[in-house]
């Protein structure tokens, strides 16, 4: 489902992220930088070996914070690789330290003159972050992003399973029912699914 934000657009698709045609894709990745499950084996999987080549000369990324490399073997240009908080409850700055990947992420898009990204669901996998709760940070860092001055003019969530696609798909719509300039357009068949 597409969602139009100050002639931007905000897309929320069931899929794969390994076989979206963007720009940039964004890795959830861990500190160490060294592969994993998930979203973050997927990607290397696809990518092939010249990911972790790269990402073993950067070394570590801090929570919250992003590193880029090339693409390898997958359709875009750049992975954007972020880590995320695990979820300990929430005591302990989880929220500011997912928002600041996702902010991390999109700076180092808007300096590589990236237009197009797509993100999984940073932190509600193996790291437990409620997507309830994930969700709205995730779009508000977006939109945040958008209201900005930045070359990118579409960002992605693109969620793997159905429940995760609707929990976003709600979230953008109440969150962007707040903001004023926000405009829904019909749903479409998501791209490269």
Known sequence: MDFAYKGKTIRIVQGDITKIK???IVNAANEG?????GVDGAIHRAGG???MEETRKIGRCPT???????????????????V???????????AGLLKNAYESSLRLAREHGVATIAFPSISTGIYGFPIEKASPIAVGAALDHLDGDTTVREIQFVLF???????????VKEILGTRPTATNTPPTVPRNT
């Open 33 to 37: 930088l060294r592969g994993g499950g």
């Open 64 to 82: 919250g914070q992003a590193v880029i490399t090339g693409a390898g073997n997958l359709p875009v240009k750049y992975v954007i690789h972020t």
């Open 84 to 94: 995320g908080p695990i979820w300990t409850g929430g005591g302990r700055g989880e």
């Open 161 to 171: 399973s159905r429940p995760d696609f609707e929990v976003y798909q709600e979230t």
């Open 22 to 24: 963007v720009d940039a």
């Open 49 to 51: 070996p010249s990911i």
